[in-house]
C-alpha cells in the first residue's frame, strides 16, 4: 500500500506540472500578450487623440479677378500654425445653386509644421452664388473657412485706410491692387459691385470738412477709404493729385505699403507731410461805374442811398477761416458821406467752395448841387480773416475797387452829373 501511494504522489505531481506548463503558463502568457496589446492600442489611441486634439489647421476660401461674365476661379489657401504634419485628404464646397460639392483629391495636401499653401479649386463661383468651403483631414477633423457665403459682389473683409495730416491743397487716390492670382477687391462705397484685381477711392481735400475744436486743439486733417477684399496679398498707394500753377493736374504716388488679408478687416495708416494752404478768396462786385439818381425836390441839398453789394467766395484748396470780416473804405469827389451801413460784415465760419453775398449803404448828400451837381464815389473792398486749422492771419486776402457815379435830376426832370 505504502509502494502504491508513492507512485500515487508522483503522478499527481507530474500531472500537475503538466497542467502547468499545458494550461497555466500559456494562459498567463496569453493574457500578458493581451495586455501588452492592450496598452499598445490605448497608447496609440492616446497618442491619435492627443495629436487629434492639438491639430491646427486655418482654411481660407477666396476668388481671383472675375471674367467678362462675372465668373471667377476659386482658391483654398491653407495654413498649418501647429507642430504636427497635417494631411488634407477630401474637402467639399457648399453652393448655394449647386448644393454640396464634393472635391476629389489624387493625392493628400500635406502641410509641415508652419507650411502654408494654395490650392486651385476646379470650380467656378457665378456672380450671384455663394459657397462656403469645409476640409478634412487624415485625423478626422473637420475645418470650415470662416468666409462663409463667399460671394464675388460680397468680399468679406474691410480694408480701412486712414490718411492723416493731409494738404489742404491737395486731393489724394487710394488704389489698391492685387499682388498675384489670387485676391480680388472692390470700393466700399460699392453695391453689389463684382469685385475685380484693383479698385481706387478718392478722398477730398480734407478742407472741404468742417474742422471743430475740441480742448482747444484742432484735429489734424484726415480722411478715410474702404474698401471690400477677398483673401490674398495687396498693395496700398497713396497718391497726391494737384493743380499746378498753369492749371495742369499733378499725380504723385507719395507712398505705400504691402499687406495680407487673410481672418478679418485690416487698417493702414498713412501719414504724408503737411503742406501749407493756398488760402484764395475772390469779390465779385455788382458792376463798376453805377448810376444812382437822386431826386431834388426840396431847396436842401439832395440825399441819396449808394448800394454796394458783393459776393465774396473762399476758394477749394484753402483751409476754413474763421471770423471773415470785410470791410470798405471809400474817397468821394463834390460828394458828402453821411454814413456808412453796416460798417462792416462778419462771417463767423467760411469752408472752402462757400460764397457769402451782403451789401454796404453808403448815404451821400451833395452840398453843391446848384452850380456843380453830381460827383463820385471810390470804394475798396477787403476781406481778411483767421485760419482755422493753421491759425494764420489773413490780412487783405481779397481786394475790389469800383467807382460809383451820382446823378441829380431836377424838378425839371433833367438829369445833371459830374463825371470828371
Not at 445653386?97 to 508652419?114: D, F, K, W, Y
Not at 492749371?247 to 504723385?252: I, W
Not at 491759425?391 to 475790389?400: K, V
Amino acid at each position: 500500500m505504502s509502494k502504491n501511494r508513492g507512485v500515487s504522489t508522483v503522478v499527481g505531481a507530474a500531472i500537475f506540472v503538466a497542467i502547468v506548463f499545458t494550461i497555466v503558463f500559456p494562459l498567463m502568457l496569453y493574457i500578458n500578450t493581451l495586455y501588452d496589446l492592450y496598452m499598445r492600442e490605448a497608447s496609440n489611441r492616446l497618442s491619435y487623440e492627443v495629436e487629434r486634439f492639438n491639430e491646427k489647421l486655418e482654411v481660407h476660401a477666396s476668388t481671383s479677378r472675375p471674367d467678362a461674365l462675372g465668373r471667377a476661379p476659386v482658391y483654398v489657401i491653407f495654413h498649418n500654425p501647429s507642430q504636427l504634419e497635417v494631411k488634407v485628404v477630401a474637402f467639399y464646397i457648399e453652393s448655394k445653386h449647386r448644393g454640396v460639392l464634393p472635391i476629389e483629391l489624387s493625392n493628400a495636401i500635406v502641410l509641415a509644421p508652419g507650411a502654408s499653401i494654395s490650392y486651385h479649386v476646379p470650380f467656378t463661383i457665378d456672380p450671384d452664388d455663394e459657397i462656403t468651403v469645409k476640409a478634412v483631414t487624415a485625423r478626422g477633423r473637420g475645418y470650415t473657412a470662416p468666409e462663409n457665403r463667399l460671394s464675388v459682389r460680397h468680399p468679406p473683409y474691410m480694408l480701412f485706410v486712414a490718411v492723416e495730416n493731409m494738404s489742404l491743397r491737395s486731393w489724394y487716390r487710394v488704389r489698391v491692387e492685387s499682388n498675384g492670382v489670387i485676391g480680388c477687391v472692390s470700393p466700399g462705397v460699392s453695391l453689389n459691385q463684382i469685385c475685380q484685381e484693383n479698385a481706387e477711392y478718392t478722398i477730398a481735400p480734407p478742407a472741404i470738412l468742417r474742422l471743430f475744436k475740441a480742448t482747444n486743439q484742432k484735429p489734424a486733417p484726415i480722411g478715410y477709404a474702404f474698401f471690400h477684399a477677398m483673401p490674398g496679398s495687396y498693395t496700398v498707394y497713396l497718391i497726391e493729385v494737384t493743380v499746378d500753377d498753369d492749371g495742369n493736374v499733378l499725380q504723385q504716388t507719395i507712398d505705400h505699403v504691402a499687406l495680407n488679408v487673410t481672418d478679418g478687416n485690416v487698417q493702414v495708416f498713412f501719414r504724408p507731410e503737411f503742406k501749407e494752404p493756398l488760402t484764395m478768396m475772390t469779390i465779385l462786385l455788382a458792376s463798376n461805374d453805377t448810376v444812382t439818381l437822386m431826386a431834388n425836390r426840396t431847396s436842401t441839398p439832395p440825399k441819396g442811398d449808394v448800394v454796394v453789394p458783393f459776393v465774396v467766395s473762399l476758394g477749394n484748396m484753402s483751409e476754413p477761416l474763421e471770423n471773415v470780416k470785410v470791410n470798405i473804405s471809400y474817397a468821394f469827389h463834390n460828394l458828402s458821406i453821411v454814413s456808412v451801413s453796416p460798417s462792416s460784415h462778419v462771417i463767423h465760419y467760411m469752408l472752402p467752395t462757400e460764397s457769402y453775398s451782403g451789401s454796404f449803404i453808403i448815404r451821400v448828400s451833395d452840398p453843391d448841387w446848384l452850380s456843380h451837381p453830381g460827383g463820385w464815389v471810390n470804394y475798396t473792398i477787403t476781406v481778411s480773416g483767421t485760419g482755422s486749422y493753421t491759425g494764420n492771419r489773413y490780412d487783405d486776402l481779397a481786394i475790389a475797387k469800383g467807382r460809383n457815379y451820382v446823378c441829380i435830376v431836377g424838378s425839371s426832370g433833367t438829369t445833371r452829373c459830374n463825371v470828371g
